[in-house]
């Protein structure tokens, strides 16, 4: 009798760690979906609005050929800067205002590149999340090598996920200088952050950051690459921006970035009573003159 029940406890035992596993491991290639798709959001505005000459632009990924497109904004100066979106954003970022920031910029005489990474925008191939960084990064910076602009003269600007981006793009290439704005230092952290923002238990979302972990190695092959484990092979000035009120990115882990690189021409920049990226919508004209003196210290 004894061993019929220790028979029966074993059988229902191993049914239910079963259906525990099978629930976490759906779960968990549900969250990996939700992470690493893209969806194509349609441009919403253009130079034109914004009363800006400029170009429609577009060239090949870098190593693979996927043609990316954008647009050159012409400022007149010897220096480019490369705006990376961030997140399921494409060229046109209203949480940032990247033509605000581009018609600011372009007004101090910077030219700038704004484009659409892969499966974004109107470029072409599929997108996810912290995907083709070397491809698509780099083939915006070889189309400004291809317009005479030397590596010096390209300045790197990214925002949240596109920070990450450009972070882990210069810590293998060579710019003139980078602005990380809203960067994270590991990807899980964000995770969990954006898991929470749309309310989701913390814990439980840690309980289930292995498990996409690695269903994102398994599905979509991705070889996590956390910031700041990278930046310190940043060779050119970086100047970190942080908002005070960032619920996703939290200032000691911004200075963990910061502490890691190792520039002694590194900036270091807090803005007070703002959220994520959102540095220059709420303070435009001391945003672009802290950004453009960084610039101009190159």
Known sequence: MR???????LKYTAIGLAA??????????????????????????????????????????RGDAVELRGWYLPGGGGKAVLIVNGGYQNRVDENNDTLGITAALVGLGYNVLLFDQRGRGESAGTGHSLFNIEEDVGGAVDY??????????????????????????????????????GCFDEVPTMVAREAVAEGVPEPLMQFFIP???LMTRLIYHYDMVNPVDVVAGIACPVLFIHEENDV??????????????????????????????????EHPREYIERVAGFFAAR
């Not at 939700?34 to 009363?51: F, H, K, N, T």
């Not at 030397?150 to 060579?174: K, P, R, T």
């Open 20 to 61: 525990l596993v099978v629930i976490y491991v759906g779960i968990s290639i549900y969250a990996a979906y939700r992470v690493m798709e893209i969806p194509r959001l349609p441009l919403v505005d253009s130079p034109e609005d914004a009363g800006l000459a400029y170009e429609d632009v577009a060239f090949p990924s």
């Open 144 to 181: 400004l090598h291809g317009r005479g602009f030397a590596a010096d003269d390209v300045y790197l600007m990214g925002f949240c996920s596109g920070a990450a981006s450009a972070c882990i793009f210069a810590a293998s290439n060579e710019v003139g200088a980078v602005v990380l704005d």
């Open 211 to 213: 498990g996409i972990s």
């Open 3 to 9: 061993i019929e029940l220790r028979r029966r406890w």
């Open 248 to 281: 996703y990115i939290h200032r000691d882990e911004m200075e963990r970035l910061d502490a890691a690189a190792t520039n002694p021409a590194n900036e270091f920049w807090e803005i007070p009573d703002t959220l994520h990226s959102q540095g220059f919508r």
